[in-house]
């Protein structure tokens, strides 16, 4: 056990531990209070450089989540059913294709929690008349009211077909942005008109686009008409089914529904059937690896700026050290260590680069937040940015001022006292 005499000498050390330490701690302000407009000027670089850290993981925060919200209105939380191959084979060794049914959509309906909307897909290509002897291909697509929903399709003039015109198989039809330009000019105009599809005039009551360019890389062309999928049965005389689509209540339904989806549907075919779910979250997931890649490299980039401004702290210090020799020798024949010399002018060097890391981090977070609060754009704010930024701060004060600290620790008292 510890003896009164251990227990008094350990609190003796402790107490001079920590008044060592706060009179350190009240050099370096007096330090800095002594020279402000030197050290105000070292410390330009540090707020600059912080500040930039913060802006810059700003940027990419918001670039991320740009990118990410443009691709998620290709169909937030789809999951969309495809058929990829196999055959039923019928008399004289006929093989036919192993497509969905609508069947098989309202079991997942019944089975699969989490589905807010469903929709099946008939697709057939054919040329439409527009009038005046003139015709185009076109793509017909039957759908349900719903398909509008699950693909986030946006209304640019009229309305989409609903639960009425599918349940009377009205023939109505909504077009494509592109084609209703390219053959009544604009989107307005194409409403109210008709196309001929094998003779039977469908009616044009709404213009749709999608909600971002997808290129030819979706089921939406650049002809494409969306009917009810009632009508387009007429034309294919199957309720076989190419593609399902399903819309789920939030993004964590996502990739569990689409798994079950999967089973549901190859229970009810043959085993040499193949449907994959295809979803957007593996090219979310990599989107977002991307965006965080270059945020990274972007945030490394500008920590070059607090490198150069940590030599320019380890130039001042030096200067420092240089016209307060006096001073240290004074402190060095009163009983001061080197030891405490060195903690001294560390202390003075990572105050000043803290100090101009906090000042250049609080204005990077006041930028963004500001834009948040005066305007309607939601900027992110990456308060780990802020973290980097100060830790940076510290170490960069550290690093540079090892070197001056060394220095003033290394003076011989003899020679200092007689400097002039």
Known sequence: MPTVRDTFESTLRSARSTVAFRETLNLA??????????????MLGMVIGSASIVLVATVGLTGKQYALDTISGLGPNKVEMQYTGGVVMGPNNVSTPDYMTRED???VDAQVPGIRFS???LEFHDRIAIGNGQSKDAMLLGVSPKYKDIRNLKLKAGRFFDNEDALTHAKVADIVGPMAI???????????????IHGIPFTVIGVFVESMDTFGQSEISNHTLLVPYEVARYFTGSDTLKEIFFGMDTAQDVEPAAKRITEIIKSRHRPTSEYNAATLTDVLSTMANIA?????????????????????IMNSMLANVQ?????????????????EIRLQFLTEAVFLSLSGGLVGTLIGLAVPFSIGLFTPFAIPISFWAAIIA??????????????????????????TLKYE
């Open 390 to 415: 100060l830790g940076t701060s510290v170490l960069v004060g550290v690093i540079f001022g090892t070197l001056p600290a060394n220095r003033a620790a290394l003076l011989d008292p003899v020679t």
């Open 105 to 107: 959509m309202e079991a």
């Open 292 to 312: 965080n890649m270059l945020t990274i490299v972007l945030v490394l980039a500008s920590a070059i700026t607090l490198i150069v401004s940590g030599v320019g």
């Open 29 to 42: 302000y007096d330090s800095f209070c002594a020279s402000k407009t030197r050290f105000l000027l070292t």
């Open 182 to 196: 390219e053959i009544f000019g604009s989107y307005h105009a194409a409403i109210g008109n008709t196309l001929s």
């Open 119 to 121: 929709s099946p897909m």
């Open 323 to 339: 016209s307060r020799i006096k001073e240290i020798g004074i402190r060095k024949a009163l009983g001061a260590t080197s030891r």
